[in-house]
Nanobody, 121 residues
Framework: VQLQASGGGLAQAGGSLRLSCAHSWRFFSSSVVAWFRQAPGKEREFVAAIRWGTGITYYADSVKGRFTISKESAKNTVHLQMNSLEPQDAAVYFC???????????????WGQGTLVTVSS
């Protein structure tokens, strides 16, 4: 499984960015695709996840109402729309895929490379 993350960059506080996670082949209906983030000196933390087959979504409390995870089936891609960005959202964001939902990085077997999100205040 090869996941390719993209879309990171610099945004001002209150601004928006959209991250994308593309699968080199396809996600299975049983797949769960998640976004995690890791800031310097901190643990990797769960951000959001989506069940590919049903579209059911999950969010960390810290991003609920600001971030939206979605899928684009035709492109085998999962997006993370990040609005109302805050300085504490700055981190390297990783996408991951697995066969079951969880909020631990250990729940996911496949990982994309990280994409850096910087938020200026």
């Amino acid at each position: 499984v090869q996941l390719q993350a993209s879309g990171g960059g610099l945004a001002q506080a209150g601004g928006s960015l959209r991250l994308s996670c593309a699968h080199s082949w396809r996600f299975f209906s049983s797949s769960v695709v998640a976004w995690f983030r890791q800031a310097p000196g901190k643990e990797r933390e769960f951000v959001a996840a989506i069940r590919w087959g049903t579209g059911i979504t999950y969010y960390a409390d810290s991003v609920k109402g600001r971030f939206t995870i979605s899928k684009e089936s035709a492109k085998n891609t999962v997006h993370l729309q990040m609005n109302s960005l805050e300085p504490q959202d700055a981190a390297v964001y990783f996408c991951a895929a697995g066969s079951q939902y969880g909020t631990s990085h250990k729940d996911y077997r496949s990982w994309g490379q990280g994409t850096l999100v910087t938020v200026s205040s």
